[in-house]
């Protein structure tokens, strides 16, 4: 399933329910991570290294760094971001992104939900793994998905978040797989986003795109 989640990462162009959100992120490093910059890059989504996402660098002092501020999200979801610390000053987001990307920051850059959150920093190079201190609701049932795919029951992630947003995105994920050649292998695996739209709460689907994403699927699975 890492490869599936991979392709989740490229494919998802990362969406909410509002046309604003706020967010106050906090990054707080143990004494030994002597790390000068703190990073935050909220790319459109991977599959280009010329993005135009937003893009920020902060000095850490005090073991600390934060990033507060809005981001328009528009017609998207969730918006997601990634939260490094690096001695450079000077790394840019097309770098970022073609690291993440081809993997070799796969444990070096923290995979989070744009919202309020606080993140202890233990280690430079494995920020990926940086414990979520405070907040981060949504961060956390999105490390709860892929740990629940990774276990082959994807259905009991729609079934116990039925109203999570975290829902609908990674919903939308499965049916753009679904329009690309990788439907025989989900059909195989059993994933049938018809049967995880029928989980989700009729808040969810009866949102834009909740409707949006039903007419696609009628689309996919005409007769």
Do not use: C
């Amino acid at each position: 399933m890492k490869s599936t989640k991979i392709l989740l990462l490229l494919l998802l162009p990362i969406m909410t329910f509002g046309q604003v959100v706020n967010y106050h992120i906090k990054v707080l490093l143990a004494p030994e991570v002597q790390s000068k910059y703190a990073y935050l890059a909220m790319p459109k989504n991977l599959s280009s290294t010329q993005d135009t996402g937003k893009f920020t660098m902060v000095p850490i002092k005090d073991s600390r760094a934060e990033f507060k501020g809005t981001v328009q999200l528009g017609d998207d979801i969730l918006k997601t971001a990634y939260i490094f610390v690096d001695d450079r000053s000077n790394i840019t987001m097309p770098e970022t992104i073609s690291k993440i990307r081809e993997r070799i920051w796969s444990i070096k850059a923290r995979h989070i939900v744009v919202e309020d959150i606080t993140l202890n920093i233990k280690n430079q190079d494995s920020v990926g793994y940086a414990n979520i201190a405070s907040d981060g609701k949504l961060t956390k049932e999105m490390e709860e998905y892929y740990q629940m795919l990774d276990k082959d029951n994807e259905v009991g992630f729609f079934k116990k978040y039925p109203d999570s947003p975290m829902s609908l995105l990674q919903l939308k994920a499965v049916v753009m797989m679904y329009e690309l050649p990788l439907r025989p292998r989900l059909e195989a695996m059993g994933r049938d986003p018809r049967a995880y739209y029928q989980l989700l709460s009729e808040r969810l689907r009866s949102t834009r795109q909740g409707v949006e994403l039903k007419k696609r699927m009628d689309r996919l699975f005409v007769k």
